[in-house]
């Protein structure tokens, strides 16, 4: 990275172009005096000159600072400023650089450094907002020991490590600035203990306003249970006496695992049965496990440069996703995980803002915290398990915490480990961080005299920058079985490595029916010519739970796409197919719900973008309309018996055996609803004693267009609930019905609970409608318009937000001439917006490059 000397605005930087830091730190000290609007920022920073740097110049990071002094060895330094930093003449040996400088947290909208929600302090200074608290080497290569004193009238004032009084704190662990955390305010906490397998007692506090309390224990459990996995699977202790977590109301991404001090938005770890659902309970013991799980891989082993932002993310998504697993059962986390990849990252990794899982340049780095960096991440992590299995994995993982503590590291160091540990060169391997696009995996098979040939034949198309590809190493899980269904061939890794590979199983009485890509051993789109009577029998036979799912989502893809593209009507055999996945009852009631969840608009948008046919979302809608009729009227008669069997008696727990009973029920709830007006939607609604019940039946009746008296009481009801409030503001646009949609999202921005001062709010209503996809893309157009005016808007105040909300437009090279011209137009007139950001700009060009 080009660090050395000030960079200007919109600047491009490459991987290629890295050098280490002019300087190291060895120790920082930092003084706070909080206050609104003139917040100073007095530091004492111990730097001496780094003896592998390429360029000497002493040049420290700083944007939005006012300098009030600054002083080397006691001398003032003469500094010259620019707007992203200042460089000073330093002498060649170690020296004490002194400063003050003077911010206003107040007025930081862009939640980046040092701002205020809702009164209290709090900052966020991943990727690179430590800059905007004082000047320093931001850089994740530069770690220093931190003491930190925070002077103001708050009652609670926190930072990283241990803490010493009187707002004071020192954190023993050498950390890069990104890490860095302070909050301060009116705060309550709810306090627990753990007690490592070495016997270190620590104290773990959620701090939360007063009021959200009764939110907390179940982040704490989730808290504890997540340091007792990494103890046990990763042989992973915490190193502190102290972990702290704040919950913040204003906070642009999930949540930050600074050092001992995790800052989460409420919405990532506020839950109470009344106010959140089973998903937001799943998904805050995700995000919990996910931040505690960065303690060491990202904090104690951190990256050396933002390129190599996966090697702590993949990894931790990947570990975050093995605990849910093991929580939950593998079967229904390995499908979600495979739902979120497909419905985010292949939709990334097919469109114009494709790019590695490390990425070779970036304007702002902010904007490659996306799903491949973060979830094909995480794929590349399960795919060299597999390929090296479990025993030489975990003994890697070893060697990298052994040899890389307190190192910022690199993705070749993370390699090495493997390579030393297994004699195996893994160089083939790292094509997959290098090489974007989605492989597709063609299959061919064959049979003679007993030997089953299977013959995979793979492909990458081209992506921005890439044209061509190399043959990637794709470990492709295979099981066969013999027409009466049963496991003729256990599950067998086929390691393809050449274009064109061939597997050859011998000794078979008659052609198999195979499983292909069992538990989606890899990342990729198989294309298979594959008959639904197949499909059909995998549904009910294959032993693998991925796979038996996959094929269930296959059947309902062509069904769909049979439906929309030749007319057809809905097909009889998947109907009897799904009644016979209800009536099984060996299959829980978790993987049962799943299999009813049929392919979102998105998906048959891709299945028929892959097929060559332009896809039309507002017939997609309406055809998903006319099978989900089928689907009820076909499961008619078993409707009342499941929802009555899936009912859950005594209190509320999100345990997933009872959350699993509620998505059957729930699901059944969906279809009876489309046959009954909603009179069972609005009985459980009335009678609902949780948010997930409540919400459910809520979603039913406004898709059924009966459930204005409910969606009012339900607002007068939570309106002092800003987290269940978002739900509500989601709700009205996802359930509006096309352009009533964007007409819909437009209304609500004059509602006097919207505002764009915060993520989750502006999330719920313009999230809510790049999801709501026959919406989004009405003919008319009025929701492309409708966002790009908000997405101006917002930018001025918050880029980040802004411009990762500028995906919804990644598609438009999928659509029909009339909607990309006017999407295109919508890019454009974003484009030309006077001001706009780099961060905003950067994702505007690449969508349109
Ligand atoms: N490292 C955090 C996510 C995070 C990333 C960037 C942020 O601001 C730009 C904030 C949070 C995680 O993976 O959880
Ligand atoms: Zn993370």
Not at 467 to 487: H, M, S
Not at 658 to 663: E, L, S, Y
């Amino acid at each position: 990275m080009k660090d050395a000397s000030p960079a200007t605005p919109s600047q491009t930087i490459y991987l290629k172009d890295y050098t280490p830091p002019s300087h190291l730190v060895d120790s920082v000290e930092l003084v706070f005096k909080l206050h609104p609007t003139q917040t100073r920022v007095i530091s004492k920073i111990a730097f001496r000159p780094n003896p592998d740097a390429a360029d000497p110049t002493f040049y420290l990071h700083g944007e939005q600072l006012k300098l009030i002094r600054a002083s080397i060895d006691g001398q003032d330094a003469n500094a010259k400023v620019t707007d992203l930093g200042l460089t000073a003449q330093a002498p060649d040996a170690p020296f004490l650089w002194e400063a003050e400088v003077e911010i206003s947290p107040a007025t930081n909208t862009a939640l980046e450094g040092l701002y205020m929600s809702n009164g209290m302090y709090c900052t966020q200074c991943e990727a690179e907002g430590f800059r905007k608290i004082t000047y320093y080497p931001d850089r994740p290569d530069v770690m220093a020991v931190f003491t930190v004193k925070i002077e103001g009238e708050e009652p609670v004032k926190l930072s990283n490590g241990n803490d010493l009084g009187d707002g004071t704190w020192h954190d023993p662990h050498p950390k890069p600035a990104y890490l860095f955390a302070l909050v301060a305010g009116d705060l309550v906490n709810l306090h627990d203990t753990f007690t490592t397998r070495s016997g270190r007692k620590v104290d773990l506090n959620i701090y939360v306003r007063d009021g959200d309390l009764h939110k907390t224990p179940f982040g704490m459990d989730a808290l504890k249970r997540s340091m007792t996995w990494d103890e046990e699977v990763y042989g992973r202790e915490y190193d502190l006496d102290l972990f702290n977590i704040v919950a913040v109301d204003d906070f642009n991404m999930g949540a930050m695992e600074n050092k001992g001090l995790n800052i989460f938005n409420s919405a990532a770890v506020l839950a109470s049965p009344d106010t959140a659902t089973d998903g937001n309970f799943h998904r805050i013991e995700t995000i919990i496990a996910h931040e505690y799980f960065h303690n060491w891989t990202g904090n104690r082993i951190t990256c050396r440069d933002w390129f190599q932002l996966c090697l702590k993310e993949g990894l931790t998504v990947f570990r975050d996703q093995q605990f849910s697993g093991d929580t939950r059962g593998h079967a229904v986390e390995r499908i979600s995980d495979v739902l979120q990849l497909r419905a985010r990252q292949f939709r990334e990794d097919n469109g114009p803002l494709a790019h590695p899982v490390r990425p070779e340049s970036f304007v702002e780095i902010n904007n490659f915290y996306t799903a491949t960096v973060y979830e094909k991440g995480a794929e590349v992590i399960g795919m060299l398990k597999t390929l090296i299995g479990d025993a030489d994995y975990y003994e890697g993982c070893d060697l990298y915490f052994t040899r890389h503590d307190g190192q910022a590291c690199t993705i070749e160091d993370w390699l090495k480990c493997f390579e030393d540990v297994t004699g195996r060169d893994l160089a083939q391997f790292k094509l997959w961080y290098s090489q974007a696009g989605t492989p597709r995996v063609k299959v061919d098979e064959s049979f003679h005299d007993g030997t089953y040939t299977l013959t995979f034949i793979q492909s990458t198309p081209p992506t921005p920058g890439q044209d061509t590809k190399d043959p990637k190493v794709i470990p492709i899980a295979v099981g066969l079985l013999n027409e009466a269904g049963e496991e003729i061939h256990a599950t067998k890794v086929c390691e393809v490595t050449d274009e064109v590979h061939k597997f050859r199983f011998t000794g078979l009485e008659a052609k198999p029916v195979p499983s292909i890509n069992r538990n989606f051993s890899a990342p990729i789109i198989l294309e298979r010519d594959q008959s639904n009577a197949e499909r059909a029998f995998l549904l009910a036979h294959d032993t693998d739970p991925f796979n038996k799912w996959e094929a269930g989502r296959a059947l309902a893809r062509d069904v769909m796409v049979r439906m929309v593209t030749e007319d057809a009507t809905p097909d009889q055999a998947y109907l009897d197919a799904l009644v016979a996945v209800a009536r099984d009852d060996t299959l829980e009631p978790g993987f049962k719900a799943m299999c009813f969840s049929g392919p979102s608009n998105d998906d048959i948008q891709q299945a028929l973008v892959d097929g060559g046919v332009t896809p039309d979302p507002t017939r997609i809608f309406l055809t998903g309309q006319t099978l989900n009729l089928a689907i009820s009227q076909t499961m008619q008669d078993l409707l009342p018996r499941i929802y009555a069997e899936m009912q859950v008696d005594g209190p509320y727990s999100p345990r997933s055996e009872d959350a699993d009973r509620r998505f059957w029920g729930n699901a059944a709830l969906a279809m009876l609803s489309r046959l009954d007006g909603g009179a069972q939607a609005a009985a459980q609604y009335a009678s609902a004693d949780n948010m997930t019940q409540q919400l459910a039946a809520l979603g039913c009746l406004l898709r059924a267009e009966v459930g204005e008296a409910q969606n009012a009481a339900f607002y007068a009801q939570w309106k002092d609930d800003r987290l269940v409030i978002d739900k509500w503001f989601s709700m009205q646009v996802s359930h509006a019905k096309l352009a009533a949609a964007p007409a819909k999202a437009a209304e609500l921005t004059a509602h006097p609970d919207f505002t764009m001062a915060n993520p989750n709010r502006f999330r719920a209503v313009f999230g809510a409608l790049a999801g709501n996809s026959a919406g989004f893309h009405e003919p008319g157009g009025s929701g492309y318009a409708l966002l790009a005016d908000w997405l101006i808007k917002l930018d001025a105040k918050n880029p980040q937000i802004a411009a990762r909300m500028s995906t919804a437009f990644e598609t438009w090279p999928r659509y029909d001439a009339d909607r990309q011209g006017m999407m295109r137009e919508a890019l454009t007139r974003i484009q030309a917006a006077p001001g706009l950001s780099p961060d905003l700009s950067e994702m505007v060009n690449r969508i349109l490059a």
